[in-house]
């Protein structure tokens, strides 16, 4: 009797959390599986089961070379930004003595504003009569406007790098303060000048803040759609795209989301072979 | 000490009016040392007397404000913690969390790089010395403390540095783990003759492994001493009070007379001590107060004769550890009760609080104070 009663407690109090996490997040999921697997016949829904979707997301030479720019994309992206990112988080954990809290405050003030203002901004400052090739032809170093730097892939990875920098700043900065202080003086005390300390002993236990940021940018950035529609031209573009115009003008939403699952078992692939690698690289740098 | 370095003290570490300070706060305020080739070196005091301060300039971590440190006959001024041939054994113990012990054994030696076959050898030797042999391949983080203990000792020895430097090292173990590793690492530094230097606030564990100790108060060296002349002949009160038990009683000097010193002692009486007592420097005229440790007094048993220094007290509390009883006596002539401590010897009864009795003890083993 009590342990029903509990068992149903248990069960009300649980309720809540467990409604929205299958509302918001496993109903939309499974929305999507399911589209994947029926076929667009005009206005209607054609609901028997076939896999011919994945065979034209898969076989498609377009799809495919979507999917391959976007993961290249964002494996540039990702790349940039937590190399970027970790000088920054590296300062504010070793250098800065006082008000942390101050610098990652401002670390995070961009964000005040919408997305989509900032990649605006972007096109504003890399446009053809944008603030940098102005600064430039005021300067002398130019003669004409450079034009390599908006529409293209190279505006894709700035805009995306900027606004992702938090992201990576953040959970880096968290693995640095981690590291007891120690350790650093241990290994200065056994021989190690700054750069090999650096390599033995500060990468190594930074790894897991390292691998977080790469993730938290790279699985994010695959699927991002409005920074290259603004800023990518047509060399720019991505697979999220293309399935914006297949659920969309398109009108083939299995398609669509036939093209959306793919993607998200390659990132999800790709994440857990980044997140294999880093956990070797870490046992292996300190040797 | 062995005898040899006593007739040869080689100094490995000279200090000389070192200082340091944290902006207005003065850490150090001018310490001037020597400490001998091979010997175990103990800075003993307080938190925030400046030991820790001191080791850590020894070290290279940090720079004295003024004053020079020389370390086997080079100044070390600018030279930075790796260029030193210092090796710290850390109070955190600083093991790298991210390698295996034998890789933190060997990592100081890895820049050496030395063949695969010899750096096995020497990793394992390490860990041998350290009782830990066979235990390389394990990761750092399955170690308990006292392991991780031996494994920080075991990294410093096998970089075979001229001084192992050794913050509090013992103070996270339990008290029976840090008796054993007291005389383990005594041991163990007898053996390779490496000069170690130990920081610690434990004055027991000062005693028990240092061949000379230097105690701090303030951010200066207060007394300098082997453990025996500490503890025996302290040269203030507060030294005397802070390195075991001491009562103090008041003194009045009355005169010399050859090698004595005649004392009016509270208490005690009238009584005529060694002159030999007398710190270097401080004349008989200064006494003002005296110290006797608790086992220098004792309670005479009923029947007894008497040695003819003997006094009436009486029994105000007594403590009961096992091997022995402190008891809290009153002097007649002092207020505050003094503490002897008596042996529990065979069919000696613990004499309860409230009995009367005698206290006897020797003037040879008066201290003297100004």
């Known amino acids: ?287 | 000490m062995t005898a040899a370095k006593a007739e040869n003290p080689k100094p490995i570490i000279t200090l000389d009016n070192v200082t340091r300070s944290f902006g207005s706060v003065q850490a150090l305020r001018g310490v001037t040392a020597e400490i001998r080739e091979g010997e175990f070196f103990s800075l003993l005091g307080p938190s925030g007397c400046g030991k820790t301060t001191l080791l850590r300039m020894i070290a290279g971590f940090d720079e004295p404000t003024s004053g020079a440190i020389t370390l086997d006959g080079k100044p070390m001024a600018g030279i930075a913690a790796n260029h030193r041939p210092t090796n710290m054994v850390f109070q955190s113990y600083a093991i790298f969390p991210h390698l295996s012990v034998a890789d933190n054994v060997g990592y100081g030696l890895k820049k050496k790089r030395l063949p695969k076959a010899e750096y096995d050898r020497e990793v394992e030797e390490a860990l041998k010395m350290v009782s830990l042999g066979g235990y390389g391949p394990r990761a750092a983080h399955t170690l308990s403390g006292g392991q991780r203990q031996r494994v920080a000792l075991a990294r410093a020895l096998i970089m075979r540095p001229k001084v192992i430097l050794l913050d509090e090292p013992l103070s996270a173990l339990d008290k029976k783990l840090r008796e054993q590793m007291q005389i383990e690492l005594r041991r163990l530094q007898r053996s390779v003759g490496i000069t170690f230097i130990l920081v610690t606030h434990d004055q027991e564990e000062a005693l028990i492994m240092s061949d000379r100790i230097a105690v701090m108060f303030d951010g200066q060296i207060a007394q300098l001493d082997s453990p025996e002349a500490l503890y025996r002949k302290p040269n203030t009160q507060r030294v005397a009070s802070f390195i075991g038990v001491m009562n103090f009683l008041e003194a009045r000097p009355i005169g010399e007379k050859g090698d004595k010193i005649s004392l009016d002692i509270q208490a005690l009486g009238l009584l005529d001590i060694p002159a030999s007592a007398l710190p270097e420097g401080m004349a008989a005229s200064e006494i003002s107060r005296v110290g006797v440790r608790p086992e220098m007094m004792s309670i005479v048993l009923e029947g007894a004769k008497s040695t003819g220094h003997d006094i009436e007290a009486e029994i105000a509390e007594a403590e009961y550890y096992g091997d022995m009883t402190y008891y809290l006596v009153k002097l007649s002539g002092k207020d505050e009760p003094v503490t002897i401590s008596m042996r529990n010897t065979a069919g000696r009864a613990v004499l309860e609080a409230g009995s009367k009795t005698r206290v006897s003890f020797s003037p040879e083993s008066i201290v003297v104070f100004q």
């Open chain 1, 1 to 287: 009797m009590d342990v029903q009663n509990e068992g149903r407690k248990g069960l009300l109090l649980v309720s809540p959390t467990f409604l929205y996490a299958i509302l918001l997040l496993a109903a939309p999921l499974i929305l999507v599986v399911m589209f994947s697997f029926w076929t667009q016949d005009y206005l209607d829904l054609d609901t028997t089961p076939t896999l011919a979707n994945y065979k034209e997301a898969w076989s498609e030479p377009l799809y495919r070379e979507l999917m391959l720019r976007s993961l290249r994309i964002s494996v540039l992206v990702t790349t940039v930004t937590v190399l970027s990112a970790f000088p920054v988080a590296y300062y504010v954990s070793f250098r800065v003595k006082e008000r942390k809290a101050l610098w990652l405050f401002l670390i995070t003030a961009p964000f005040w504003t919408s997305y989509l203002l900032r990649v605006f901004l972007w096109k504003v400052i890399l446009g053809y009569n944008g603030v940098f090739n102005s600064a430039l032809l005021w300067t002398g170093i130019i003669e004409e406007p450079l034009q390599f730097i908006l529409y293209n892939v190279n505006a894709v990875v700035i805009t995306l790098a900027h606004a992702w920098a938090p992201f990576a700043i953040l959970p880096i900065f968290v693995a640095l303060e981690k590291i007891d202080r120690s350790l650093l003086e241990a290994a200065e005390d056994l021989g190690d000048g700054p750069v090999r300390r650096f390599f033995r002993v500060t990468l190594p236990l930074a790894i897991p803040g390292v691998m977080a940021a790469t993730l938290i940018v790279l699985i994010p950035t695959v699927g991002d759609f409005i920074t290259p529609r603004l800023v990518g031209g047509t060399e720019g573009l991505m697979i999220s795209n293309m399935i914006q115009v297949q659920f969309g003008k398109a009108n083939n939403a299995p398609l669509g989301a036939a093209l959306a699952v793919s993607s998200m078992f390659i990132v999800g692939g790709l994440s857990l072979l980044i997140f294999l690698a880093s956990r070797r690289v870490g046992r292996v740098a300190g040797e």
